[in-house]
């Protein structure tokens, strides 16, 4: 068998934060009682015309942005005919050939190395609505609440070689519409989907080999076991000298398999044309810079800079800013202090994580804010308190909004500097730990450590460390 490449393209549906529908007044919600969020324009009566939410094109040239695109100053809806339940006026308003934004380019990292995915087209389009197949129940329900939400569909150039990969850019664009604050992204009510065009070749072949679409993939790691499945397949056909056939597959998630959903489709077969109920309309380039203005700094650009500019190591600046509300805490700690930038980034990824972790919760909902924390922060550069009392003073303040000197004050955690207290705690710790001083005289440098925090133990986290390792050091000569 010859060394062969997968080769992946992404098509990236995310559903827009907006207060309305696309082209109608209805309220854009998830969890509603079904069918109650609808109008005759969003269920496609006859007769009923839809009107475009401003909001809709504003985010997607939000996006644009945010990924590098061009963006085209003529706005143009075009109509995608096909026949399914969940869409009752059998055409989909989208984008065909002139989708808003275009040309685009996403920088993003895997395992530390920058890698690039080019963005063919970002285009707005509507939602369908949902079916329900109910166990036991012959019949299948249509919900149409969701008919008219706003999606935008984010298209990429088959830049991608792993499922690996994939993944780590899927996580990328998920980071972007968080930061730009255009879509909720919350995976389990589907605000964000994926399909995936997979293709094998031979290594270092300039042709693309016939690719299968996957649809029907709701998580990141399940796009990520689609295409490696799809990739297996593929290769196995080619194997067996088989010819790979076009065809779109349907993911089953918990079978760990996909099956033949529809053979060959091309845009043809949805015979687009020009939507003739929205007129077209000419962008302001003065708008489409305004809108500039409103995205922020972004992951990439943040990594960077918290990497120059605070020496953070580039897997803590990407772990902090993988995450928006994180970064903008760690931001707002590095305002205060720009030298305790590196301590409170390993506060921010150790024992605040964990905290958040064990509650499922997000930094929001910390309630220790900035400021304090940076107050305690202070104290240990100070040497006012030592590293474990301040731990303890963290602990206390979750619960009480008092300042952490005060608490530090009330606790008698200060730093405790006195050479001679802490020489008999040196003493004593010397005399019980004898079996680790004969290791340390035969060599075994490291249980200097393990004596230093027998120490530390011994003054209840009080004891300044440098000082007791200075002492601990002289008595072993
Ligand atoms: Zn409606």
Known sequence: MKDYEIVIGLEIHAELNTKTKIFCSCRNSFGEKENEQCCPVCTGMPGALPVLNQKVVEYAIRMGHATNCKINSLLKQDRKN?????????????????????DGEVEFAVNGEPRKVRINRIQIEEDAGKLLHQEGVANTLVD???????????????????????????????????????????????????????????????????????????TFSGAQRAIDFEAARQLSILENGGVIVQETRRWDDDAGRSSLLR?????????????????????????????????????????KR?????????TDAGNISRNYERALFFDACTLIDDKLAKNAANWILGDISKYLNERNEEIDAFPVRPSRLMSLLQLVNKEIISGSAAKKVLSIMLEDAADPMAIVEREGLLQNSNEEEMLRIVEDVLVVNSRAVEDYKQGRANVLGFLVGQCMKQSKGKGDPKLINRLLTERLK
């Open 263 to 303: 053979s060959k489709e091309d845009a043809q077969d949805y015979r687009f044309f020009y939507e003739p109920d929205i007129p077209l309309v000419a962008l302001e380039e003065a708008w489409i810079d305004q809108i500039k203005a409103d995205v922020p700094e972004l992951p990439q650009e943040k990594i």
């Open 82 to 102: 096909y026949c399914y339940p969940d869409l009752p006026k059998a055409y989909q308003i989208s984008q065909y050939d002139l989708p808003v934004c275009y």
């Open 306 to 314: 918290y990497v120059r500019d605070f020496c953070l190591s580039k």
């Open 144 to 218: 149409l609440n969701r008919c008219g939400v706003p999606l935008i569909e984010i298209v990429t150039e088959p830049d991608l070689r792993s499922s690996r990969e994939a993944h780590e850019f899927l996580e990328t664009i998920r980071t972007i519409l968080m930061y730009i604050g255009i879509s909720d992204c919350k995976m389990q009510e589907g605000s964000i989907r994926c399909d995936v065009n997979v293709s094998v070749r031979p290594k270092g072949s300039e042709v693309l080999g016939t690719r299968c679409e996957m649809k029907n993939i709701n």
